[in-house]
Each structure stands twice: as C-alpha cells, then as structure tokens.
C-alpha cells in the first residue's frame, strides 16, 4: 500500500502485512464522528492514510488498538 511520509515529504511503498487499519471516534456537537484510517510504520516514521468506509472494510489487515 502506498503512503505519503511527510518527514521525507515522498510517497512510499509498505508491504501489505505491515499495515493496520484504525477507526477513530469522537463526540461533537452534532454527534459522532468517525474517521477510517490506515496506519504503519516504516524506517521509523508512523503514516496514516485516511480511507473511505467500503476501503476500510474492503481491507484484511488487522485492526489496531
């Protein structure tokens, strides 16, 4: 999958069994909030990637807590 690092500010290739997907949530006014991410780690550096909710379920890798 590819990733965007901002420290390198260069996209990068990580192997599919280093990625973990997220979901994250939070209260607003309004309601709840819920964003769909995917997470790994490469050469150091933490790299998300936001996703919409059919890639994020569409996607095998494990979640992360």
Same mark, same amino acid.
Request: proline residues 3%; aromatic residues 10%.
């Given at each position: 999958? =590819?990733?965007?690092?901002? !420290?390198?500010?260069s996209h990068v290739d990580v192997?599919? @069994?280093?990625?973990? %997907?997220? !979901?994250? #949530?939070? =209260?607003? %006014?309004?309601?709840?909030?819920?964003?769909? *991410?995917?997470?790994? #780690?490469? #050469?150091? @550096? !933490?790299?998300?990637?936001?996703v919409n909710e059919a890639a994020f379920k569409a996607? @095998? *890798?494990? #979640? *992360?807590?």
């Amino acid at each position: 999958m =590819q990733f965007y690092n901002l !420290k390198t500010r260069s996209h990068v290739d990580v192997p599919d @069994s280093q990625v973990k %997907k997220m !979901k994250m #949530e939070r =209260q607003t %006014k309004s309601g709840v909030q819920v964003r769909y *991410a995917m997470t790994a #780690e490469y #050469e150091g @550096s !933490k790299l998300f990637k936001f996703v919409n909710e059919a890639a994020f379920k569409a996607s @095998s *890798a494990p #979640e *992360a807590k």
